[in-house]
């Protein structure tokens, strides 16, 4: 399992609320399991005190997400560093479940935790990927989605450091509302426009006396 797998835990416990909406999806032990994703044998220590254990760790870890956001790069890596001292783990060599052609074991880095706790074996699993995803790629790849309400969190992966949302369905709603809003604009503007014009024009109201009209 590569390093990088292990930042999007933090992605996926961060992005089941939605502060904007009011809406929290971490309401029971079987969302909590669910996050752990393949790694059935450490969602099954799981139980329904880990559900607020979760939330907690899910408030300091979109912080860090804010701090970066925010381009207070001091601040997100304080936080983050504090949730590394509280949540250790012990990184190893591993090659279960993956061989080669040849039958041999294809070896990579895993994290391997300690926990008392379901809660602690996934903040420490997320805490250090996400460590290790800002150590190799910079804070500014920690973004919040810029298409309000959303503010998800996510990963910045592109060649050119340019994502600004969580997904295409909130790049194209945004683009939408911005593409809706310049016409607004323009259309307010040749209002605007057209009222200064016809205030220019001379009045032909009846009753006016123009030259060469009277005495007819």
């Known amino acids: 399992m590569e390093l990088a797998y292990y930042s999007d835990y933090?992605?996926?416990l961060v992005n089941t609320e939605e502060p904007a909406r009011g809406k929290d999806a971490l309401t029971s032990v079987e969302v909590v399991r669910d996050l752990f994703g393949p790694s059935q044998?450490?969602?099954?220590?799981?139980?329904?005190?880990?559900?607020?254990?979760f939330r907690s760790v899910r408030a300091r870890l979109r912080?860090?997400?804010?701090?970066?956001?925010?381009?207070?790069?001091?601040?997100?890596?304080?936080?983050?560093?504090?949730?590394?001292?509280?949540?250790p783990v012990s990184p190893q060599i591993s090659g279960h479940d993956f061989r080669d052609d040849d039958g041999r074991p294809l070896w990579h880095m895993h994290l391997a935790d300690h926990p008392s706790n379901a809660t602690a074996g996934y903040a420490a699993i997320?805490?250090?990927?996400?460590a290790f995803h800002l150590t190799e790629y910079g804070?500014?790849?920690?973004?919040?989605?810029e298409a309000p309400p959303c503010r998800n969190a996510f990963l910045d992966?592109?060649?050119?450091?340019?994502?600004?949302?969580?997904?295409d369905r909130c790049a194209t709603r945004a683009?939408?509302?911005?593409?809706?809003?310049?016409?607004?604009?323009?259309?307010?503007?040749?209002?605007?426009?057209?009222?200064?014009?016809?205030?220019?024009?001379?009045?032909?109201?009846?009753?006016?006396?123009?030259?060469?009209?009277?005495?007819?």
């Open 10 to 12: 933090a992605v996926r």
């Open 41 to 53: 044998s450490a969602a099954r220590r799981a139980t329904d005190a880990d559900v607020t254990r």
């Open 63 to 87: 912080a860090v997400f804010e701090a970066a956001d925010s381009g207070d790069e001091r601040l997100a890596v304080d936080l983050l560093n504090s949730l590394l001292l509280e949540f």
């Open 126 to 130: 997320a805490a250090m990927g996400l």
């Open 139 to 145: 804070v500014d790849r920690l973004g919040l989605c």
């Open 157 to 167: 992966t592109s060649t050119n450091r340019s994502r600004r949302y969580c997904s």
């Open 175 to 216: 683009n939408v509302a911005a593409y809706r809003a310049r016409k607004r604009l323009e259309a307010d503007r040749s209002e605007k426009t057209g009222l200064a014009a016809d205030s220019t024009q001379p009045s032909t109201a009846q009753g006016d006396r123009r030259p060469g009209l009277s005495g007819r």
